[in-house]
């Protein structure tokens, strides 16, 4: 899988009920943005989503 190989980064706005990411490709194009809830089962959610784009 390429996107797996691909390197991006998180970056991530953390609020008090919802945490909202956002994961960029090494030219800085937007591959994602998502809100997820600031809780234990959210922080898995937004992990594994991040995971998806690439390393």
């Known amino acids: 899988m390429a996107a797996k190989k691909r390197q991006v980064t998180g970056g ?3 609020h008090g ?3 909202h ?3 960029i ?3 800085g194009r ?3 943005d ?3 809830p600031a809780s234990a089962a959210g922080y898995r959610q937004l992990l594994a989503w991040l995971r998806r ?3």
């Open 21 to 23: 990411a956002a994961v």
């Open 12 to 14: 991530v706005d953390t």
């Open 34 to 36: 998502q809100e997820f």
């Open 25 to 27: 490709d090494g030219a």
């Open 53 to 55: 784009f690439g390393q």
């Open 30 to 32: 937007v591959l994602g």
């Open 17 to 19: 009920k919802t945490h």
